[in-house]
């Protein structure tokens, strides 16, 4: 719900969200403010004490690649989203909670 009310709070459009196929899951699927389609992967990291863990440490290579897999394959079954002059994007929202408060890093555009 953090993620999503940023998104929108920053112009973005919710088309849809917790997408789960056989091959793999996108967390948000939305529309930008310039229109480009974007698929948006969440990692949240709750902090205790001083925890040094980074939400953005969670999206490994393995994890980026079947993202990838996963937004061509929606992207390619949505053609009427996609304006052909701002295609598709993935990116990335670290969300950090700690005592109750969040921070979100917002990374576009991350493959």
Do not use: C
């Amino acid at each position: 719900d953090l993620a999503a009310d940023f998104l929108l709070e920053n112009g973005y459009k919710i088309i849809e969200r917790n997408f789960k196929k056989p091959w793999g899951e996108l967390d948000i699927i939305a529309k930008a403010p310039d229109k480009t389609l974007v698929f948006v992967e969440v990692k949240t990291v709750r902090q205790y004490n001083n925890d040094n863990i980074q939400p953005e440490e969670q999206l490994t290579k393995a994890k980026l690649q079947k993202l990838k897999r996963t937004a061509s394959l929606y992207a390619g079954h949505s053609q009427d989203l996609i304006r052909d002059d701002k295609g598709w994007q993935i990116d990335l929202l670290a969300i950090k909670i700690k005592k109750g408060m969040s921070h979100i890093n917002h990374y576009q555009n991350i493959a």
